[in-house]
């Protein structure tokens, strides 16, 4: 079955720390998202990545970065955590980009880390 | 740019009432639309999904069906039930270079009561 899983469910952060973010797909997947969830607002994009080492900006990519070293894993990097980072964080994944809308092309997502910043 | 506009909750009905959530979109081309559902504490999972104009998607008793005259793809259940309580997102994709982006509406709250 398919499985995304993310390091921590609930995390609890003081302001001005360096936090970390992980995902780990077994799929194989070449493609793998980092978005963040806030009411109201719905889910936006932060970083993608389409292979290893290879990273793009989202929507809102300011005070993220990204690391991807090996296929299964994608980071995400709060260099110096603020308070309006507080909020749900879902990394998802996907097959390589076909260009057909098949079935395989569906993203399958972890079950969120919900992040505070204090 | 893509966008999806969903109507706002959250939405309360009465189990085995008639579901409707509105879903419209804006993109160019032919983009793939997808239902996505967010249970209390978990990630999102697809629901359904339709890939081309006059497709309608299914799963769970769910339904919808992809519109490109009114650019819309709402979503359905005939009766629904206490356990379909959760959050519905509509998102679309567009075949961009770079790998598959998906843009998704706010989401919309159901909740079921008996």
């Known amino acids: 079955d398919v499985k995304v899983t993310q390091s921590s469910r609930y995390l609890v952060k003081r302001t001005g720390e360096k936090v970390f973010l992980e995902c780990v797909q077994d799929?194989?997947?070449?493609?793998m998202f980092w978005y963040r969830q806030d009411p109201g607002l719905g889910l936006r994009l932060i970083y993608f990545?389409?292979?290893?080492?290879?990273?793009e900006k989202g929507d809102i990519p300011e005070g993220y970065s990204v690391s991807r070293e090996k296929k299964e894993r994608f980071s995400l990097i709060l260099e110096s955590a603020s308070t309006n980072q507080t909020s749900m964080y879902l990394c998802?994944?996907?097959?390589?980009?076909?260009?057909?809308?098949?079935?395989?092309?569906?993203?399958?997502f972890g079950p969120g880390t919900r992040l505070t910043v204090l | 740019g893509d966008s999806v506009t969903q109507m706002e909750g959250p939405v309360t009905l009465s189990e085995e009432a008639f579901l409707t959530i509105n879903c419209t979109y804006t993109?160019?081309?032919?983009?793939?639309l997808f239902w996505y559902v967010q249970y209390p504490g978990e990630g999102l999972q697809l629901l359904l999904k339709?890939?081309?104009?006059?497709d309608k998607g299914s799963n769970k008793g769910f339904e919808a069906t992809y519109r490109k005259e009114t650019t819309s793809f709402h979503l359905e259940k005939g009766s629904v039930q206490v356990s379909d309580s959760a959050v519905y997102f509509c998102?679309?994709?567009?075949?961009?270079?770079?790998?598959?982006?998906?843009?998704f509406g706010t989401g919309t709250q159901l909740k079921v009561e008996l």
């Open positions: 998802a994944s996907i097959p390589h980009f076909s260009g057909r809308a098949s079935s395989t092309d569906t993203q399958y």
């Open positions: 799929m194989d997947h070449e493609n």
């Open positions: 990545s389409y292979d290893v080492k290879m990273k």
């Open positions: 993109a160019t081309g032919y983009p793939s």
């Open positions: 339709a890939t081309k104009a006059d």
């Open positions: 998102a679309l994709r567009r075949f961009t270079g770079g790998g598959n982006k998906l843009t």
